[in-house]
């Protein structure tokens, strides 16, 4: 009876991991959750085998762009020739929690690539860098807690005037200061932190690069549209690949050149 009942119980856990993977955060009471990350890659069947077998993505979507699903976050790879390396742009490099970082770093050596710096980060925890195929910058660190192998964490902004960045970041979206580990200049989005640091050389604006764009998800686009024209911020079209898979988008760019998606209907795809 004992052991049945703990296999019901493994049972419900399995179900309830399930259900969770991939998805989105809830939206905060603004209506803001983090959505995608567009990533122009060289090869798509390429990167797609490394984000499903060292990160645990789901392949959700194949056709003129690949969608992938990871915990708090979408990536959209696009086969398109890329510009610079992310290390170049304003969007330095993507985060991600991993419930054991020797076993990821094993793996990925073992695959042939090569680990960056390993450190202790901000937060405590150990901490390495490695660079996706693409010149895609990727910070990794560990979080024995982790109910999954890997997790979507925070993004990290360079530029000389990252304070101000950070600034228009909490004005745009109404969002608050929450500092990560020992960096303070930090703030939340449901699912993402965003993280803003100084940079002594000059940093590129994202379209066109490896890293193209991030993108936020929102209960209702027009509503946040206005929202953000009475802000004097300008907005761009829709997507049309986005368009075309039923999700409404709107586009804009922050100050420093990165570029910003916001979509309604992500969150429910596919």
Known sequence: MYISMVKIGLLIVIFLSCNAFG??????SEGLAFGHVRLNVSDTQYHTSLWV???????????????????NMMLLLTNDEQS??????????????????????????????????EFIGAE?????????????????QEDQALPVAATAYHLH??????????DWYLSAFH??????????????????NLSFADSSTTRFATSGSAIDSIGFEVKNLDRAIQTLRDKQISIAPPSKF??????????LTDPSGVTIILTEGLMNFP
């Open 157 to 166: 902004f360079y530029t000389s005037e990252y304070q101000s960045l950070l």
């Open 23 to 28: 998805q989105l955060a809830e939206h905060n």
């Open 124 to 140: 405590g925890q150990k901490n390495a860098y490695i660079t996706m195929p693409d010149e895609i910058y990727v910070e990794l």
């Open 175 to 192: 969002l608050s200061i929450r500092s990560r580990g020992s960096i303070s200049t930090t703030t939340n989005v449901p699912g993402m």
């Open 242 to 251: 986005l368009t075309s898979l039923g999700i409404k988008s709107a586009a």
């Open 53 to 71: 077998n060292h990160f645990g993505g789901v392949v959700a979507y194949e056709g003129e762009s690949t969608i992938i699903q990871l915990p």
């Open 84 to 117: 610079i390396g992310s290390r170049r742009t304003v969007m330095d490099h993507i985060g991600f929690k991993v419930r054991d970082i020797e076993t990821f770093l094993d793996k990925w050596r073992s695959a042939g690539f090569e680990v960056g710096r």
